[in-house]
């Protein structure tokens, strides 16, 4: 589209308007003067104030017969648009974007018959670019669709009261509560017919006929045979959650290979199924599973009965798993009540993350505890669930080294390791009855603290006062994190907590001060970011800072409260390699890369990304993908005792004798990357730069004088 340098006649009088109005200081001639008089947070309020029309979150939509009734600023950015396009004679409505300049004209040649009109056409214009294109719907096969017509129309449109009656109707019956599902022709027509219902004219009528959807659902089916434990029990196992001395059940167990496995280790172990175990008795257990259950079920009350039932058996840990919706859905899959029917007859509630801890914390009046993603631990003990939730932020330490040759202290450092090791642990020295061999010690030093004096002598002081203040800033971490849930009373807390937060605050009052301050600091993204720029661990880009799972304990204190906010509701992504923190944006990203060690220049195979405004999860799959990102400078990711780390170190080096780091961003995809290389005459054998084999004597010569001038 070329830049506008005459205008219509309608156009010239709203230029007028505003000018009279003061929102234009003097008459475009241009694009780029419209914009820059008019910048996109005019447009955008002005759709927020606009008395017609339908806003969603990322754009807002108008019948072309309403634009005269919008506000003066959208008046004129459709004015300016409709001026670049040649034909507009189809258009139905009119598509403000809120996160770009641009607008679209979409054409629903059956906007007044149909009642729900297939797109046909859509045209954009960005007014940045000053572009035009154009996309044909005519054959697709499953093109989007029209609700809610009359929200797009004044009240005095022709039909706008039959629009607004089919709406009403459809409400009524919960037919529009799964936007999600509704949006394309074909779902909603399956959706229609799974629910039993058809729409005539613009009336929704009941089918006589059963639902054959929900007849032919075989619950059953969606049992797994599984040659290793279920996901859920790793996530229980690993995190201590399950343990040899406790009783286990598994409510719905299907095959029951998790109470079989079980069973192996020497663990009192039983299932019931209604359809694979079903004389077995329910029982109460220490530990019961509710393992990707509830999200099988299509009926809403047997759904929450059966997580109910499930925690009427807890008598210590309940642990609910259930699908999670972090993509789209596979098109095959069809729309069922708020779930699918697979093809293979099973239905499939997915849960988005939050909305799973909404529904367990509802339905059980609990504050369940993330444990992977789909994964929750629910705890009968207040107690219990935040020493679990505590110990989720705590870092390993390892006692201080001995410096100094003390003979009494080396007499006696089989009796004083204990004493090490729990102020190690906890920051702190131990209160009577916490530490078993009290007794000994005391026998020998008549009190803790001369014993732990000795222990002074011996080791670096400034070694402790470190460990100390590492456990007052995690115990603030996460005291601050409660205040995202049902923060615990003081008496709810162990005594070990208790402890902790006398030793290190005085009393509670104090703590969560502290830590609400702490808190309040993540409000700023620029705080953030010049933490981000400061931190000696973790590679920066424009986007943030990125490092290594293994050192995510050794960041600021801030930065883990930041991923802490995410991780405290869903959960971390499973085998996570890298943690992002983004400066631009309240987001986490977690990236799994599982050839980190191996490979020199490792490929990003997953990213999963939580949005800290809404606690949306998105996730990226790049297995398939041509061109995924590549990691560089794999040391700055990592601390410097990663096992790894000289050799990495030695390559990054090497390479950038090459030249070959020069622009990280030009290379952070694997087409990129490998251009490189060739342009370098460079090539990777292991964590070690060659020249390539079939690099030309002359190109070599340039290469190295290139290197040489480069290097200072």
Known sequence: MTPLVTVSDSLQALLEQALEAGLLESPPQTWTELLQQLPHKTLVQACQESPVGKTLPNAFYVHRSAVAALPLPLRLYEGYAAGGVENLDNATLVKFSLSQPQLSYLSYPDFDRDPHPPLVQSILVNLRQGTVSCRNYQDSKNPPILHRKETFVQPSYPGYEQFQTLTQQEEALGLLDNTRHIGTRNNWQRYLKDVGVEIQGHQVQRRQVENPVKARIERHRAAMMRHDFSRPLKFALEAGLLTPEMTFFDYGCGYGGDVERLQQRGLTAQGWDPYYAPETALQPAQFVNLGYVINVIEEPQERREALQKAWALTEGVLLVAAQVLVRDRDEDDVVYGDGVVTQRGTFQKYYEQEELKAYIDGVLGVDAIPVGLGVYAVFRDREQQEQ??????????HTPRVRVSVQRFEESRETLEPLMQFFSDRGRLPKPTELAEEADIIDLFGSLRRAFRLVLQATDEADWDAIAERRRQELLIYLALTALGDRPRFSELTPAIRYDIRAFFGNYKQALMAADLMLYGLGSLERLGKLCDRSPIGQRSPRGLTVHISAFNHLDPILRLYEGCASHTIGRMDDTTLIQFHTQRPKISYFHCPDFDTNPHPLIKTIMQIDLQDLRVHRYTYDLFENPFVLHKKEDFVTPDYPHYDRFTRLSRQEQKWGLLDDLEAIRRYR????????????????????????DPYQKRVIQARKQRSQP
């Open 388 to 397: 679990f939730r505590a110990s989720r932020f705590r870092s390993q330490s």
């Open 672 to 695: 990129q990357w490998l251009k490189c290389l060739k342009a370098n005459g460079a090539e990777l054998r292991g964590h070690r730069v060659y020249w390539r084999k079939d690099v």
